[in-house]
């Protein structure tokens, strides 16, 4: 049972700080210097093969 509880141990102390030093890095690595050109061309990808908004072909119709 001694090695149990020493790897539950090691487990607990080290398992935490190594998911928080994860976390943190990944944050970091997310909010970089220089990450912002990449982010903006994330956001406005879905955009990327729009034309200007199509002219309305019957203007005097309403909506249901």
Not at 35 to 61: K, T, V, Y
Request: net charge negative; charged share 20%; proline share 6%.
């Amino acid at each position: 049972m001694e090695i149990y509880t020493f790897l539950r141990h090691m487990a607990d102390s080290w398992g935490m700080l190594a998911m928080l030093l994860g976390f943190l890095g990944i944050c970091l690595w997310a909010l970089r210097p220089g990450s912002r050109p990449l982010h903006d061309e994330a956001a406005n990808s879905i955009f990327r093969n729009d034309a200007a908004p199509a002219e309305a072909s019957q203007p005097d119709c309403k909506e249901a």
